[in-house]
């Protein structure tokens, strides 16, 4: 197939696209900042500049391109702080889920293409009541805390408009994988701190199984949401220290939950104490997915244990909630 992929240059797109190629794909992939133009070609791509929040442009681009599929892998969390505001550190990436999406969803329509697979979140999503580990058949969080209701309304449109249209939406738990992976430096700095008794969930993958579970669902039809997990959602009060030690960094503080509100926020809390996990079992029966890192308690120590001399120290000044 000829697969355009939207943020080729991101840390999933970098990933995604060789997987596309080796599959048999043509793949034209986007960047946006003009330096990445080289790194979407070096990787084999046709490398075309687009931002997403242009429709004419995604438009015009897309009907050029005449693809058979379309994958929309676009955020904007490079650099980003996050405090205690989530709504705020994702401005952006909230527009590209929604503007961003139907200005995609449209011109893919238009073009006739027939596979539509995007990038969507599974943590912190799902209802704060009930079992740890949630499928895709379970309710999300229908009143989300003070400074998560736009992040939480920009993912549920996009994981709507998609479907609507027939396409795949890929609720991805938290990244790992690449030097840049959004925890390492509050976790080295020990600005993430296991707070309460540390029972919310996290729900991990590696990069390069949530490509290739992307790869899997361009072959799958419509309309469909899986979780792109591991195998192993856990409470924070066990993935942090062992995600610390992989670091060679020091083991977590301890916050209560009235400290941790301080600095985090509600959605700091909730992360560290009430979000729920998610399952990939959907994904593995429908998609035949199979993971090369089925856990993180081997991967953060595969992973980060080869980085570890590579990676300095680094400064951060907000501690982390995450993706
Ligand atoms: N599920 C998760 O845990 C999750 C999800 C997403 C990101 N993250 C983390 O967030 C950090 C940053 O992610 P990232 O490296 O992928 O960078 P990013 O800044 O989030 O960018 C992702 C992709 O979207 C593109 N993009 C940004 N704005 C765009 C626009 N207006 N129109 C079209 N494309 C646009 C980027 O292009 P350019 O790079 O060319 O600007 C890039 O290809 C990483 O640590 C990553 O792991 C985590």
């Known amino acids: 197939m000829k697969v355009f992929v939207v943020g080729a240059s991101g840390a999933i797109g970098t990933r995604l696209v060789p997987q596309l190629i080796t599959a048999g794909h043509e793949v034209i992939g986007t960047f946006r900042s003009p330096a990445h133009a080289e790194r979407v070609r070096a990787l084999g791509a046709k490398a075309v500049a687009l931002d997403m929040l242009d429709a004419r ?18 955020t904007s969390l490079t650099d980003v702080r996050f405090g205690r505001n989530l709504d705020k550190a994702f401005v952006a990436t909230n527009r590209l889920r929604r503007e961003g999406t139907d200005a995609l969803v449209a011109a893919a329509r238009e073009a006739g293409v027939s596979r539509f697979v995007a990038q969507s979140f599974a943590s912190m999503r799902y209802a704060r009541t009930g079992g740890a580990v949630k499928t ?104 942090l220290p062992v995600l610390a030690e992989a670091l060679g960094a020091k083991p977590p503080r301890r916050f209560p939950v009235w400290l941790a509100r301080l600095f985090a926020g509600d959605p700091g809390v909730m992360l560290g104490t009430e979000a729920r996990g ?13 993971l090369k890192y089925p856990s993180w308690r081997q991967g953060f120590a595969q992973v980060y244990g080869a980085q570890r001399k590579a990676v300095p120290p680094a400064r951060a000044t907000t501690t982390a909630v995450g993706a």
Do not use: C
């Open 278 to 290: 998610a399952s990939n079992a959907k994904a593995k029966r429908e998609l035949g997915w199979t």
């Open 57 to 74: 442009a995604v438009r015009e681009a897309v009907l050029e391109a005449e693809p058979d599929a379309v994958v929309h892998q676009a």
């Open 136 to 239: 895709e058949d379970d309710p999300l969080d229908r009143s989300p805390l003070d400074g998560m209701r736009e992040t939480a309304a920009a993912m549920n449109h996009l994981d709507l408009a998609v479907t609507d249209a027939g396409g795949i939406a890929l609720r991805y738990g938290l990244f790992y994988g690449a030097p840049n992976d959004g925890l390492i430096v509050p976790v080295r700095n020990r600005q993430f701190p296991i707070v309460g008794e540390g029972g919310g969930m996290g729900s991990f993958i590696h990069l390069d199984d949530a490509a290739a579970a992307t790869v899997l669902a361009l072959e799958h039809a419509g309309p469909a949401i899986y979780n792109i997990v591991d195998d192993d959602p856990a409470p924070t009060r066990e993935w």
